[in-house]
């Protein structure tokens, strides 16, 4: 199986791989906030929620139901930050995806990524961190809505966690952005092989 990749083409794959997994999967889990809330632990992602205040209508009262879920509409989110964090960092996992696939890929076929399009993948890369990180800082904004002020005991604000504290997905999902952005992109610029000179 011929390889289009150089030995630190590998790396970059494999690093690429890395850094769009854990971009991925701190997106889509919903601990990126973390607190209580009628003495029950209460999460939040950026259109996840664990743990919300339902009506039981049976003892008139309000009861927290224990379980994850997406909101129910995309104007569910509790916040014009969150919605647009929402899908900034949804785009930049999704490039970050794609040049990871590719890169796998150039493992495997010869001929696939010669040295400018490692740079381009790279390019891309760069753009897809950089848009995760720009989530990423979004996010504390959407800290007032009133959501989030109910759990943090009425003392969040916007980059005031209140007694809030910050999940290990928001962390998860930043690493994988930082590392897309610092190492992936660097190495791109020696991941592909120099095409042949063909005579014609």
Same mark, same amino acid.
């Given at each position: 199986?011929?390889?289009?990749?150089?030995?630190?083409?590998? @790396?970059?794959?494999?690093?690429?791989?890395?850094?769009?997994?854990?971009?991925? @999967?701190?997106?889509?889990?919903?601990?990126?906030?973390?607190?209580?809330?009628?003495?029950?632990?209460?999460?939040?992602?950026?259109?996840?929620? =664990?743990?919300?205040?339902?009506?039981?209508?049976? &003892?008139?009262?309000?009861?927290?139901?224990?379980? =994850?879920? &997406?909101?129910?509409?995309?104007?569910?989110?509790?916040?014009?930050?969150?919605?647009?964090?929402?899908?900034?960092?949804?785009?930049?996992?999704?490039?970050?995806?794609?040049?990871?696939?590719?890169?796998?890929?150039? =493992?495997?076929?010869?001929?696939?990524?010669?040295?400018?399009?490692? &740079? @381009?993948?790279?390019?891309?890369?760069?753009?897809?961190?950089?848009?995760?990180?720009?989530?990423?800082?979004?996010?504390?904004?959407?800290?007032?809505?009133?959501?989030?002020?109910?759990?943090?005991?009425?003392?969040?604000?916007?980059?005031?966690?209140?007694?809030?504290?910050?999940?290990?997905?928001?962390?998860?999902?930043?690493?994988?952005?930082?590392?897309?952005?610092?190492?992936?992109?660097?190495?791109?610029?020696?991941?592909?092989?120099?095409?042949?000179?063909?005579?014609?």
């Amino acid at each position: 199986m011929a390889s289009s990749l150089t030995c630190t083409g590998l @790396v970059w794959a494999l690093l690429s791989l890395l850094c769009a997994a854990a971009s991925c @999967v701190g997106f889509f889990m919903p601990y990126w906030l973390l607190g209580t809330q009628m003495d029950k632990p209460v999460s939040f992602g950026t259109f996840r929620r =664990c743990s919300y205040p339902v009506r039981d209508e049976e &003892r008139q009262a309000t009861v927290m139901l224990e379980q =994850c879920g &997406r909101y129910a509409s995309f104007h569910g989110i509790p916040s014009l930050e969150w919605r647009i964090c929402t899908v900034v960092t949804g785009v930049g996992c999704g490039l970050l995806l794609l040049v990871a696939l590719t890169a796998l890929m150039g =493992c495997c076929i010869s001929d696939l990524i010669s040295r400018t399009i490692g &740079r @381009v993948a790279g390019g891309i890369q760069f753009v897809g961190g950089l848009l995760i990180g720009s989530g990423c800082a979004l996010y504390p904004l959407g800290w007032d809505s009133e959501e989030v002020q109910q759990t943090c005991n009425n003392s969040s604000d916007q980059f005031q966690l209140g007694s809030c504290q910050i999940g290990w997905a928001y962390y998860c999902t930043g690493a994988g952005a930082a590392g897309a952005m610092l190492l992936c992109t660097w190495l791109s610029c020696f991941a592909g092989k120099k095409q042949k000179q063909y005579p014609y």
